[in-house]
């Protein structure tokens, strides 16, 4: 019955979580963005106590249920364990290891010093919620958005506006490549040896391993009924049980229950620790037996990625739009400019907070409506979002990245707060403006410019048929990108964003 428990809870947290990264509705986030505030790192770097008590209380009456139930990086790892021994037909392919001590505590080290030191890009690598998310936003929300566009294709041609297509693209190449390289490293140690990375590199792990240690309940033998056959140890995916010496290693059980199911003799229970007993030999206070269907486990949160993959193998993509004008010339794509310093997002107050906070989970990006959001490619804030305004530019009125980020590194804010902060600066570049190249009037920027910065001048003051440039007011301006997003000048526009190492109100 634990066993059963500890699995519907474990779907509901990987489903949902999961869903926060491949929702672009903000339906989602609305009812269940709580839960990227229930992991660990991000709790620690927005220093939410509750949050951080409610863990560390779970975890020294449970063990390391948070690892097993709440992570969606060790469920993800068991999916794919669970695939891999039915694949294989080998449900007890594991056995005892002793632990990498100062592989563990290695990492762990540095990853206190990267936190204190604010080296972001090793604190996101090592965070096991800003991996997954990264895996979540780069491989399973472009299936769910070719699904989703798919299914407003057969929809547009029933005369139905159910559903509406979405943007499908590749954000950040330098961060889908890392990833790809982690997915893969992560997915072959699962497929191999179950839980190994969470006993051997992730921090979070390591951390709670610690305070499991001291966990009121516990797996324990009863020496009298252990024939030492060791189906236990077989089937432990932390490989943490010694069945020949019946010891558990606390630190690395992740409180799966899977032991006591393949115990066929009862010798193995989960209980509080009676004050007093050794803990390999301590008695229960209630003998717990289960008896499950070996399936349940692994069909069940198998049944999410099959979806996903079916969605890939099914959806096609409509056919490319042709960027033309009036259907004579085509129109080049624009290229991002140089800025000395990257634009954050409204609520980030500026780069170093954004620096200090951020675990680079994506979900920031995965929300934005506008495509602004992109990873960066700097090694001071990888895999961080900045913004740049190809694509579109950062509405007023849209406040979504700030209503979903876990840490605080973009705090929450309304668009009355949204409209009175300045995020960056623009640069009027003339040579680009087709005024000055083309000899063309565009008011573009002027016209688009939702705080009203930028007026048009004669170019000769002189002369009132001269044509008109614009004048910029930076008192004014919120740097939203409006501007540089709506300049027809390519390859790059004549106006540009120039971030603002600190934000503040206009």
Known sequence: MLRKIRIAFAIFFFTLITLLFLDFTGTIHLWFGWMAKTQLIPAILAANIAVLVTITILTLLFGRIYCSVICPLGVFQDSISNISGKRKKKKNRFRFSSEKLWLRYGVLGLFIVAIILSISSVVSLLDPYGTFGRIAANFFAPIYRLGNNLLALFAERADSYAFYSTEVWVKGWTTFGVTAIIFIAISILAWRNGRSYCNTICPVGTLLGLLSKFSLFRLAFDADKCTKCKACERSCKS??????????????????????????????SYAPVKIG???????????????????????????????LGAMAITSTIKAQKLHVDGGLAEIEDKKIPNRKTPIVPPGALGAQNMKRHCTACQLCVSACPNN????????????????????????????????????????????????????????????????????????????????????????????????????????????????????PARPFSAIYVEGNVRHHSI
Request: proline share 6%.
């Open 239 to 268: 490989s943490c049980i010694d069945a020949k010496t019946m010891n558990i290693d606390y630190s690395r059980c992740v409180t799966c229950f899977n032991c006591i199911e393949k115990c066929k003799f009862g010798a193995l």
């Open 277 to 307: 007993k050794k803990q390999n030999t301590t008695e229960p206070v209630v003998a717990i037996e289960e008896k499950e269907n070996d399936a349940v486990e692994g069909v069940s949160r198998r049944n999410l990625l099959t979806i």
């Open 372 to 487: 602004v959001l992109r990873p960066s490619n700097k090694l001071a804030t990888f895999m961080q979002p900045e913004m740049s305004f190809e694509r579109g530019y950062c509405r007023p009125e849209c406040t979504e990245c700030s209503q979903v980020c876990p840490t605080h590194a973009i705090r929450k804010i309304t668009p009355a707060d949204k409209s009175a902060i300045s995020i960056g600066t623009p640069i009027w570049i003339k040579d680009n403006c087709i005024v000055n190249r083309d000899d063309v009037q565009c008011d573009n920027c002027a016209h688009h410019c939702p705080t009203g910065a930028i007026t048009l001048l004669e170019r000769n003051p002189d002369d009132k048929d001269s044509l008109k440039i614009p004048i910029i007011d930076k008192e004014r301006c919120i740097g939203c990108g409006a501007c540089e997003y709506q300049c």
